[in-house]
């Protein structure tokens, strides 16, 4: 096949990569940008067969067929609200791929001192991303604690085992010693586990966005040293869209970085009052709430976890219908990492088909809190948290909130009284305007959708 064909396709697939990145940016885009991409990577996996230069063509195919018998049942099976754990694994399978193909080829040809470079970045960066990745999805899915783990002399471990990484990357180039490599895999491991454990709950998603970043600068390596071009744009527009993903999200949460990935190095104050069940709490009926629903001007609606947990979406749709029927103005306050990943409540919200217009950014609807009558807070804990910016020893303080303490009354949705993910107490349950409404979401929507109906 012609190579002026095959650059041809492979620049057609690199542009289709990056209008799925661009139109992945607005809810509205983002179905059709992941078709876009999808039918890049068509092109990609096509030209690469027809290239000719592939072997073993039949154990690949093979391999190809068992990942689609595995991936589409685990995909139509895993729940909006596992998203985040699903990327976690997607992003640690990717960076062990690309460390895979790094160690093999270096196993098989050592190259030249620069190929090798390539090599041993494409070994290191890969293993810790699917290690870390690996830690990532055991806090997302609660199989380990989603606190900060901080092992005993941890930070100096995992600055001596940093040192030992970087020593043994070096140390390779110039001999190409097959047993420094495979310490430099079994040291890269070690250094991704110790990189996730100390990051809390709460930041777990941004430590997804940067290994991802991880995981597209190894492929990009990898491309480098297969000499595919390919994979050097793919990489490279992963490694950059990860890293500018990551510092938007370490942005709306109000830190930096280091803070985010190394803060709990820091002794800090748990902040957030004295224990929950010391204290009382104002309860109500959804009778008593849809009266205050019903009869308010204004209401905004702050979606969180427990809506897609509660898979809720199609009913708040139904009871922001009524009240609008009602002549009640009613908005979405969206917080840009509400829930556990990016995008995860307009994602939500877009499958309940509610009206763009009503999706309100941050920047935007605070300023309508002061004048709203009524703030229906539906699971969403640490993003309404007043703590992020009024008690300084918070671990979340500086994080950006939704003000929803300023709107004339709050109505909370919750399950318990069990804290958010960060795992702090929220004040605002405590406040005098805040009314609580316990059970699953769905549920208490449900009753509420049922009071609004039956009144006058």
């Known amino acids: 096949?012609?190579?002026?064909?095959?650059?041809?396709v492979y620049l057609l697939a690199a542009l289709c990569f990056i209008l799925a990145l661009k139109g992945l940016s607005t809810p509205r885009h983002a179905r059709a940008a992941n078709l876009v991409g999808a039918l890049g990577m068509v092109f990609a996996v096509a030209i690469a067969f027809g290239d000719g230069r592939i072997g073993n063509v039949g154990w690949i195919l093979a391999a190809i067929a068992l990942g689609v018998v595995i991936g589409i049942p685990a995909a139509r099976a895993v729940k909006m609200t596992a998203i985040p754990q699903m990327v976690a694994l997607f992003n640690g399978v990717g960076g062990a791929a690309a460390a895979l193909v790094a160690l093999t080829e270096f196993l098989a040809t050592t190259g030249n001192a620069g190929m090798r470079a390539a090599t041993v970045f494409g070994v290191l960066v890969g293993c810790v991303s699917f290690s870390g990745s690996l830690v990532t999805f055991l806090k997302l899915q609660e199989l380990m604690t989603t606190r900060p783990v901080i092992l005993p002399y941890g930070r100096s471990t995992a600055i001596g085992v940093s040192v030992l990484c970087l020593g043994l990357a070096i140390a390779v180039v110039p001999t190409a010693s097959t047993a420094l490599v495979l310490a430099l895999t079994v040291a890269g491991l070690l250094l991704g586990v110790l990189f996730v454990l100390p990051v809390g709950g709460a930041d777990v998603p941004i430590a997804i966005s940067l290994l991802n970043a991880f995981t597209g600068l190894a492929v990009a390596a990898s491309g480098y040293v297969l000499g595919n071009t390919l994979l050097i744009v793919a990489g490279t527009l992963v490694g950059a869209s990860g890293t500018l993903l990551t510092r938007m999200m370490a942005k709306a949460m109000g830190r930096s970085l280091t803070n985010i990935l190394f803060g709990a190095f820091t002794p800090a104050a748990a902040g957030g009052g004295g224990p929950a069940e010391s204290r009382t709490v104002r309860t109500g009926t959804p009778e008593d709430i849809a009266i205050m629903l019903g009869y308010a001007r204004t209401v905004v609606v702050?979606?969180?976890?427990?809506?897609?947990?509660?898979?809720?979406?199609?009913?708040?749709?139904?009871?922001?219908?009524?009240?609008?029927?009602?002549?009640?103005?009613?908005?979405?306050?969206?917080h840009p990492v509400a829930g556990r990943m990016p995008g995860h409540m307009n994602v939500l919200l877009a499958e309940a088909d509610v009206p763009y217009a009503q999706l309100k950014e941050m920047e935007e609807v605070n300023p309508r809190l002061a004048s709203t009558d009524v703030a229906l807070v539906i699971g969403a804990n640490d993003v309404v948290n007043p703590a992020a910016r009024d008690q300084p020893d918070s671990p979340i303080?500086?994080?950006?909130?939704?003000?929803?303490?300023?709107?004339?009354?709050?109505?909370?949705?919750?399950?318990?009284?069990?804290?958010?993910f960060a795992g702090i107490e929220n004040e605002l349950l405590f406040n005098p305007r805040t009314t609580l409404l316990f059970g699953d979401a769905k549920d208490?929507?449900?009753?509420?959708?049922?009071?609004?109906k039956q009144l006058a």
Not at 1 to 8: A, I
Not at 397 to 420: E, H, N, Q, T, W
């Open 444 to 452: 208490s929507l449900s009753s509420l959708v049922t009071a609004v």
């Open 302 to 334: 702050i979606p969180g976890y427990g809506l897609a947990v509660a898979q809720a979406q199609h009913v708040v749709r139904e009871l922001a219908d009524l009240l609008a029927g009602r002549g009640v103005e009613v908005a979405y306050g969206i």
């Open 1 to 8: 096949m012609s190579q002026d064909l095959v650059h041809l």
């Open 397 to 420: 303080y500086g994080m950006p909130i939704l003000d929803v303490d300023k709107a004339d009354s709050v109505v909370f949705l919750k399950r318990s009284m069990r804290p958010g």
